[in-house]
């Protein structure tokens, strides 16, 4: 197996079969409580979650978050994950493409548009790779080889430096990202990967052209332990262990990003479990929510597993609306007034 789809491999495994979430730093959204409406005023039958993002309209505010793509297995996640996006109604951003420009014939596992010609599909290269070969053609080819409707650039410098094979050199990318959303015709999206994105960082992005954030914040998959099981020396391990909770936890980064910018479209990831979380982000800001880990397991087994974890996560984000009264959610977007912390 080639190094890259071997890495591959590793990130699935360990996702699945190791304890790779944040050790001591929570996302945030335990210490928040909604506020519970007695007389909610609301037909519980007229609760309606869909929203439209970037252009698409969606059942619910949620998308299936980047995963992976490449090995056989990537393939069939893949294929199992859209199938049940285009059944409910979601978006799905795809894992990094990269190992499609090194490897054209890996393509293939990329390719969902046959089982999901509706969805909304988001593309994803690293944004380091704008450091290392990848321009605007490799954008466009990533694009149109799964035709997609928008871009994600991730970005993941814990990751990379502390990874065996990292891509290190981050210098000078704003600009790069600047001359990619000028050009590529269809919208660039900023993702972390789980260590999140601050306020001033958002501004930047912004004014590179971003057109949207997913703030991927910490408290959920910690992507530095799980290269600090990849390591292959003490020193690569030490580090992996050591920035295991480094981060902007994901409610910290929603709310930092939100003050930054108030009409950015912003994306709540890092570390959602559940209906009432993403109630909670939408509460806090985001126009909508990403998960990975709760669809991980069930797109190994197949797309009705993935269709039950879907429905469990909306039919729990519309009781959460009928409770707080609220039955679009326009209604429940910036509703900090919801929010309580609770005090421990």
């Not at 197949?302 to 009928?322: I, N, P």
Request: proline letters at 5%.
């Amino acid at each position: 197996m080639e190094p890259i789809e071997a890495r591959k491999h590793d990130h699935i495994r360990l996702s699945l079969t190791e304890d790779v979430q944040f050790e001591h730093v929570p996302t945030g959204f335990d210490a928040l409580r909604l506020e519970h409406q007695a007389l909610p005023d609301l037909d519980f039958a007229d609760v309606d979650p869909s929203v439209t993002l970037l252009g698409k309209r969606l059942a619910a505010p949620l998308l299936i978050s980047s995963m992976t793509g490449g090995p056989s297995l990537g393939g069939k996640i893949n294929q199992h994950l859209a199938e049940a996006a285009q059944q409910k109604g979601l978006g799905m951003g795809l894992g990094s493409q990269r190992i499609t420009l090194e490897k054209p014939e890996t393509s293939a596992s990329f390719q969902v548009r046959h089982v999901a010609p509706d969805i909304l599909l988001i593309g994803n290269i690293g944004a380091v790779q704008l450091n290392y070969g990848v321009g605007l053609d490799a954008c466009r080819q990533i694009i149109d080889s799964v035709g997609a409707d928008a871009l994600y650039l991730h970005l993941n410098p814990l990751q990379e430096v502390i990874q065996p094979e990292g891509d290190k050199n981050f210098k000078g990318l704003l600009a790069k990202i600047r001359l990619i959303t000028r050009d590529l015709g269809v919208p660039v999206l900023a993702k972390e990967v789980g260590s999140g994105i601050s306020g001033k960082m958002a501004r930047q992005l912004a004014d590179a052209g971003i057109a949207a954030i997913d703030v991927s914040g910490a408290g959920g998959t910690s992507w530095a332990i799980i290269e600090a099981k990849r390591a292959q020396t003490p020193m690569q391990q030490s580090l992996g262990e050591r920035f295991r909770d480094w981060g902007i936890p994901t409610t910290v980064s929603l709310i930092q990003c939100r003050d930054a910018l108030p009409d950015m479209p912003l994306i709540a990831s890092g570390g959602l479990r559940s209906g009432i979380d993403i109630a909670k982000a939408i509460a806090l800001g985001a126009d909508a929510a990403a998960m990975a880990m709760p669809f991980l397991e069930a797109a190994t087994h197949s797309t009705e597993a993935v269709g039950e974890v879907v429905d469990r996560l909306v039919q729990e984000l519309k009781v959460a609306m009928f409770l707080l009264g609220v039955r679009t959610i326009a209604e429940l977007k910036g509703r900090r007034d919801l929010l309580a912390e609770v005090r421990r």
